[in-house]
């Protein structure tokens, strides 16, 4: 139990599906959702520098934290130490190692400012403090919202002290499930994201210092309309005093992982057409209707072959294994939604034919008539797949999404002109979005392996993140 209203559930996986067959429209709000990365001389066209200069304002995050929840970090690098050798990290939390130290019945290992300066006393710090960021993106992150002032690098609040949390990899369960390729590295499971969250809110509290976290991580799946309870969960979180959540709206505007269309009356039909290339392997598709509209969906394949129109039943699944082809395709039905009271219909297509594919949405019972679809965000799915008649709109990507936090785009400083990739909004509430771009191209960092460059809408957030530790700073987040 955690955050005064979530109860997090294990179960053997062997009774997995049958749990969330059981829970029906339930499943697809409470179920663990997954994300990935958003990360692909811009603190000065952010104005941070002359907010750091300015002799009256001087702000440069001193008394305030930045959370940073992400691949982790790599604490030895010089833009985490102060002057005399100690930490800026007040805290690490690394979910891949089990220890003594755990958060509560949570597993992973915590780990101190004290036991930090310690191991950077040392000469080999690793073995006393094991935690490292192998992948580079939270060591990244971590240095452009509060990395000290260096000859190649300064963080947006440099004088900000850092909580970080790094996640592990999504249970092979979720893989599985959402059809997410098992080699992907950079995969996280939201349960982590939203225990992880509690423990930088936790040791902010008890630090009794206000806090601005940053999301460089997000996900199409869900209803981008704010009611999965990853999205609730971040949007209550970010109205408590002292507390500032900024989220990436994501790099997908360009990746045609979106469509969307119009039922006209009940029993008419719209096609959605998916391209498939060579080896793409699974597709996972879901779409959503507009509020109590119901539909029903069937399937065409490369080949001609035609799944009939199955009838919309709330937890129900048919399941087709095609006898041209060598792909399945899994068709699941989950209404009302809570909160939204939409249906959402989702296609899982196993071992996909390459060519054309065509769902067809039928009107079953129409109010709006409007649908949105999307794919997995890219590295999710193969790069072969996509929609024939995409739209850039509507693809923030999840948490982003949630009422409350600061969604965060990215611009392109060098040419004054919008980040070709970063996602469009609104939401699907709808909501505005993002609320203002920050600096996402070839930004400059630190890596574990040295100094480089970024691009994103990860790293704009990490910049948006060291602006809001301003405000904390001046008691006004």
């Given amino acids: 139990e955690f955050g005064n209203s979530y109860l997090i559930l294990y179960t053997d996986i062997r009774y997995a599906n049958t749990l969330i067959d059981d829970l029906g429209s339930a499943a697809v709000r409470s179920t663990s959702k997954v994300l990935g990365l958003l990360g692909r001389a811009s603190l000065d ?6 907010i750091q200069e300015s002799p009256v304002l001087g702000l440069k995050g001193r008394g305030v934290l930045v959370g940073i929840i992400d691949t982790g970090i790599d604490y030895t690098k010089s833009a985490f130490i102060n002057d005399d050798g100690t930490s800026k990290i007040q805290y690490i939390y690394d979910f891949t190692i089990m220890g003594e130290s ?3 019945n949570f597993a992973g290992t915590e780990f101190s400012n004290e036991q930090i300066n310690r191991a950077l006393a040392s000469d080999n710090p690793f073995e006393i403090v094991p935690t490292n960021d192998t992948v580079g993106h939270g060591t990244f992150l971590a240095s452009v919202a509060a990395g000290r002032d260096e000859s190649l690098n300064i963080g947006a609040a440099p004088e900000a002290e850092l909580i970080v949390v790094k996640l592990r990899k999504a249970r092979p369960f979720y893989l599985d499930y959402y059809l997410i390729p098992p080699e992907q590295d950079n995969v ?4 982590s994201v939203m225990i992880g969250i509690e423990f930088i809110l936790k040791k902010a509290n008890e630090l009794e210092r206000p806090v601005a976290i940053c999301i460089g991580l997000g996900t199409n799946i869900g209803g981008h309309d704010g009611f999965t309870i990853l999205e609730e969960y971040l949007g209550a979180s970010s109205k408590l005093p002292g507390v500032c959540i900024c989220a990436a709206v994501g790099n997908e505007s360009q990746a045609r992982h979106h469509t969307q269309g119009i039922i006209p009356s009940v029993g008419e ?16 598709c879901s779409i959503y209707t507009g509020i109590s509209d119901r539909v029903s969906i069937a399937v065409r394949t490369p080949t001609g072959e035609f799944i009939g129109r199955f009838s919309a039943k709330s937890g129900s699944t048919l399941r087709t ?4 082809e060598r792909s399945t395709v899994v068709l699941s039905y989950f209404f009302p939604l809570e909160g939204s009271g939409a249906q959402v219909s989702v296609v899982r297509i196993i071992d996909a034919t390459p060519g054309i594919w065509t769902i067809i949405v039928y009107g079953d019972i129409i109010n709006d008539g409007t649908f949105h679809s999307w794919l997995p965000i890219t590295g999710f799915v193969s790069p072969e797949v996509e929609f024939l008649s995409p739209t850039p709109n509507y693809t923030v990507v999840v948490p982003s999404t949630s009422i409350g936090l600061i969604k965060c785009g990215a611009y392109n400083n060098f040419t004054n002109s919008l980040y070709i ?14 609320d203002f771009v920050a600096p996402g191209v070839e930004v400059g960092g630190v890596y574990p392996s040295g100094y480089g460059t970024m691009s994103g809408t990860s790293v704009a957030t990490a910049i948006t993140t060291g602006a809001c530790a301003f405000n904390t700073a001046m008691g006004s987040c």
């Fill in 269 to 284: 039909s719209v096609p959605i057409d998916i391209r498939v290339g060579e080896n793409a392997g699974n597709i996972y």
């Fill in 421 to 434: 990739d970063t996602s469009w909004g609104p939401t699907r509430l709808p909501v505005i979005s993002p």
């Fill in 321 to 324: 294994k095609l006898v041209l």
């Fill in 45 to 50: 066209a952010a104005g941070i520098i002359r």
């Fill in 188 to 191: 996280f499971d939201s349960i």
């Fill in 102 to 104: 755990s958060n509560g």
